[in-house]
Every structure is written in C-alpha cells, then in structure tokens.
Nanobody, 119 residues
Framework: QVQLVESGGGLVQPGGSLRLSCAASGSIFSIAAMGWYRQGPGKERRLVASITRDGNTKYADSVKGRFTISRDNAKNTVYLQMNSLKSEDTDVYSC?????????????WGQGTQVTVSS
C-alpha cells in the first residue's frame, strides 16, 4: 500500500510564500512523475506543476516564474515552493505520484492541503 502525505499549507498574505511537501511511503519500488494539482469548490482538478524522475518540469501558465517544483528521490518527496502568492492561488492543493509497487504501476493521490491567500 502506498500513501502520500502533504504538509505546508495554510493562510498567507498576498505576496507571501509557502512551501508544500508531499512524502510517499509504503511498498514503493520506484516513482516516475510527481506533481501538484489544485481544485476549488465545484471546479475540476487542474495541474499546477509536474516533475519527472530526471527533473524535467512543467508548469501551468498562471504560476510560471512564481512557483518551483522539486523532488528528492532518496526521500520519495516532492516539494512546491510558492512565491509571490496571489488571492487567486487559493485552493486545495494535492500531490500525485506514479508509483511502481507490488501490483505494478499506479497513480496515487494525497489527501490535499488548503492554501489560502488573503489579507
């Protein structure tokens, strides 16, 4: 069984920063792509940023230049450094990982962490 646990969300003022972390644990042989998604009430889940095992990254246009995704393969952890936060960044952020476990490859999700940008 694979678990993804996020941390680092919270309330921050516009212009501030937050760093989200997501650690994968359990029966893991390998992790391919990892990513962060966001979802607001009544809205579809959207990609924020993703990173391959080799470090290739992809970002949503709305966060380019402000957010940075990184990962530590030895710790099975992905990070999202969020700078210059705006009120429109407010959402629930969830991490995703493509994991090779005992039963083969599968996509796994964290429980989500709330990010609120407000003065």
């Amino acid at each position: 069984q694979v678990q993804l646990v996020e941390s680092g969300g919270g309330l921050v003022q516009p212009g501030g920063s937050l760093r989200l972390s997501c650690a994968a644990s359990g029966s893991i042989f390998s992790i391919a792509a990892m990513g962060w998604y966001r979802q607001g009430p009544g809205k579809e889940r959207r990609l924020v940023a993703s990173i391959t095992r080799d470090g290739n990254t992809k970002y949503a246009d709305s966060v380019k230049g402000r957010f940075t995704i990184s990962r530590d393969n030895a710790k099975n952890t992905v990070y999202l450094q969020m700078n210059s936060l705006k009120s429109e960044d407010t959402d629930v952020y969830s991490c995703n990982a493509d994991v090779m476990g005992f039963t083969g490859w599968g996509a796994h999700w964290g429980q989500g962490t709330q990010v609120t940008v407000s003065s």
